[in-house]
């Protein structure tokens, strides 16, 4: 995390440089420049947030960067029964399958919708968590 919070840092001095190029002369400033900034920078906030939640639940700290870069690979289909939920993210799940939330190889990682993860050994909870709403997206 130490080089999202780096990035940051950059940022903010960019973002600050431009502020004050449109304070001193507004004919020279950069307002997609200055958007595109605060967009990358808002994704960084939300990332380490994201990752803080994370070690919070006895993740890896990079869990949710490594989560989404996995499921990418696998461009958002379940291994087990092939939906693609590249529609509807959040019910890709990232398995781990010995069960060790801080193992990240690959070869320990599966991307698994919510339904085929729930009949996973010690997952049995996520069935609790299926709404009717999840259910119509696997029909």
Known sequence: ???LNERLLELEAEINAL???????????DY????????EWNSIQRTLSTSQASIDKNYS????VVSRLIRDEHYWFCNKCGINLSSNRDLLHLHH???NRINNDDANLEPLCIICHA???GHSHLIDEI???MKREFR
């Open 61 to 64: 700290p990079y869990w949710s």
């Open 19 to 29: 502020i004050k190029t449109r304070e001193d002369d507004s004919d020279n400033y």
């Open 97 to 99: 399958k010995d069960r």
């Open 119 to 121: 009949t996973c050994l």
């Open 1 to 3: 995390m130490y080089w």
């Open 131 to 133: 709404t009717d709403e």
């Open 32 to 39: 997609e420049k200055y958007e595109e900034l605060i967009k």
